[in-house]
């Protein structure tokens, strides 16, 4: 080999861009499903040409279509390459009347719909389904990488907390990604790990290192907190305490209304009780002006010292 020929090597490179590696991802994404029917149309065109080569042998030209596997080959290179079975069969030759047509010896009906079902199946619809699984594909990596963007910005990476139990319950999700699971922090406590000598790491420190470097087996993140943190455990538990103290203000607050309701009703007795001594005096100093007046004056006297005691 000639050394310039491994200069197309480095020509590589333009996979890893990253407008050609979602192009990459997209085919590799539904592969399977595209080699399932490019083998389901093979089948379809074997099945084609067996009945091509039994019932239209005479409008094939000799050199494509002499046995099965040259008239297979032919119908899936040639025919696919160019435009249909007009590459593999003889020139058509068209009746001048619907007889002919139809129902004459080598009539051209059968070869037309034979023909024109060939194109439509393998060289349009086979076509626009692989087209159809490609852009499913780019529809599908869209998805999946705004479900990722997502996830990021409504779930803490370290603890799994979304962002309104944190705003609810916690610090506030900003912050909690911030100051309490920053991933970089993470970070740059296995680096730490890694560098440090194993007889200055703490007990703590060990148990981290076995986890994620272990001697034998796979790594585990097991000391990774998963959906706790120290904050919200704090609040949590200062609302469990605080409750029964809380349940504790509210009754003196309605024991405190109950006394303050009795006190202001026995008030509103003694202020009734004194309205009434003071109408009854207010009688008896009537009584004396009018004493030795009329009936009618003692009758009003009367009525008026009935209707004070039943107001009482």
């Not at 249909?84 to 139809?102: E, K, Q, R, Y």
């Not at 959906?227 to 949590?236: D, K, N, W």
């Not at 609302?239 to 009795?262: F, G, M, N, W, Y």
């Amino acid at each position: 080999l000639q050394e310039s020929t491994f200069t197309v090597l480095p020509l590589f490179e333009i996979c890893f861009w990253k407008g050609s590696k979602t192009v990459i991802d997209a085919v590799w994404f539904n592969l399977g499903k595209m080699i399932q029917t490019l083998l389901l149309g093979l089948l379809v065109m074997y099945l084609w040409s067996i009945m091509g080569l039994w019932w239209l042998s005479d409008f094939h030209q000799e050199e494509h279509c002499n046995n099965m596997l040259q008239c297979f080959m032919s119908y899936f290179y040639r025919s696919m390459r160019g435009d249909g079975l007009s590459d593999l069969m003889l020139p058509p030759v068209f009746a001048h009347n619907i007889v002919d047509f139809t129902v004459a010896e080598g009539a051209m009906l059968l070869r037309a719909v034979w023909d024109l079902c060939f194109q439509f199946l393998f060289l349009y619809v086979l076509i626009a389904i692989i087209t159809g699984i490609v852009i499913d594909a780019f529809g599908g990596l869209r998805d999946k990488k705004d479900a990722e963007e997502e996830d990021i910005k409504t779930n803490c990476f370290v603890c799994n907390l979304g962002r309104f139990t944190l705003d609810q319950k916690g610090i506030g999700f900003d912050r909690h990604i911030v100051i309490e699971h920053n991933p970089r922090y993470y970070l740059f406590f296995l680096l730490g790990l890694k560098q440090k000598s194993r007889a200055n790491l703490t007990s703590q420190e060990t148990y981290v290192l076995d986890q994620v470097w272990p001697e034998r087996g796979s790594s585990s993140y097991r000391w990774l907190p998963r959906e706790q943190t120290f904050t919200l455990e704090m609040i949590e538990e200062d609302q469990e305490d605080t409750l029964p103290l809380r349940i504790l203000a509210l009754e003196s607050k309605v024991a405190l209304q109950s006394e303050r309701i009795e006190s202001q009703m026995t008030r509103n007795e003694q202020s009734i009780e004194a309205l009434q001594q003071t109408v009854i005096n207010s009688l008896d100093r009537f009584e004396r002006v009018l004493q030795g007046g009329t009936p009618g004056a003692r009758s009003l006297k009367d009525g008026t010292v009935s209707a004070a005691e039943a107001g009482g």
